[in-house]
């Protein structure tokens, strides 16, 4: 399989691009967004991309979008991506790309967890809560929570950390009444998506969704959705209490350049052939497991 780096689309106006997405206008209401298969670690995109990625990120959002439809209102359109570019641009949009709604995007992460890992497993190690949640002492790294929790994170620019935040904060970017929205948005699509994965082997730690408002004002669900670049997920025959369990995502990527001497800066080493192979087996067990003969 050819991997897609950076797609080439000269039949729309280019947006920009992220460090996986490549964003353009189709018209005046609408985007689209196309998922290359670059992979970054330490806030660093790498020379080497993940065969595959792309496909695999699209195929879990639209997996998800449609099964947790009937929440809420989504960015999806239906529009095929090889319908709004030229013949010869439909090789880089089949299977990794989207035609989207253009929402008006709320600048929040909205994180779900359902387990103390991550920058949350260090907050509470530090202050015994996370993003302003006081959670019960005691508790061990990788701990299941006594419920799930909204932790948001503030976005931060391009090639920095997003900061952990507590709801206040959200409140005082977006207001109480959409706050709670998002909140109890948040928590309800992660508390479905978590069950269903559950039932599939895979536990999903915490996971972060976007949110945007169209003309009328109404909540939707956008951007990535569910996958191992926006969650943490373990398998469930892996997971033990007081460590960081394996997960399926850039994992591989992460150690091995750990082992390397650099200052987690561009540019990084270059990946070799067995990192990049065990990785994208990893992007395709997760899709695997969570889709193979799914009603």
């Known amino acids: 399989m050819t991997a897609l780096l950076q797609s080439s689309i000269t039949s729309l106006p280019l947006l920009g691009r992220g460090k996986v997405r490549d964003m353009y206008a189709v018209g005046d209401d609408k985007l689209l967004i196309v998922a290359t298969d670059r992979i970054s670690a330490f806030d660093v995109i790498l020379d080497d991309p993940i065969p595959g990625k ?42 990794r790309a989207m035609v989207v709604k253009r929402l008006k995007p709320i600048l929040v992460e909205a994180v779900a967890r359902g387990y103390l890992a991550g920058s949350g497993w260090k907050d509470y190690q530090a202050n015994g809560s996370v993003c302003g949640v006081a959670l019960p002492a005691g508790l061990r790294q990788a701990e299941k929570l006594p419920q799930p929790i909204f932790t948001p994170a503030a976005k931060a620019e391009f090639g920095h950390h997003d900061e952990n935040v507590d709801f206040e904060y959200v409140v005082g970017q977006i207001g109480l009444k959409m706050a709670e929205a998002v909140r109890t948005a948040t928590l309800s699509l992660y508390a479905e998506a978590a069950n269903y994965a559950g039932g599939r082997g895979i536990l999903i730690a915490d996971t972060k969704f976007e949110f945007g408002l169209d003309e009328h004002g109404t909540l ?24 960081s369990p394996p997960s399926f995502d850039k994992q591989f990527v992460r150690d091995w350049l750990e082992t390397q001497d650099w200052a987690k800066k561009p540019p990084a080493p ?23 003969g799914a009603a």
């Open 54 to 95: 792309g496909r695999i990120l699209t195929a879990l959002t639209e997996f998800w979008l449609k099964r947790l439809g009937h929440q809420m209102p989504t960015h999806a359109t239906g529009i095929a991506p090889e319908d709004v570019v030229t013949p010869q641009e439909r090789d880089q949009v089949s299977g």
């Open 220 to 243: 939707h669900l956008m951007d990535e959705v569910l996958t191992p670049d926006s969650s943490r997920f373990w398998p469930a025959d892996g997971y033990a209490l007081g460590i």
């Open 270 to 292: 270059r990946l070799p052939a067995d990192v990049l192979q065990r990785t994208a087996a990893k992007y395709q067990e997760a899709l695997d497991r969570l889709t193979q």
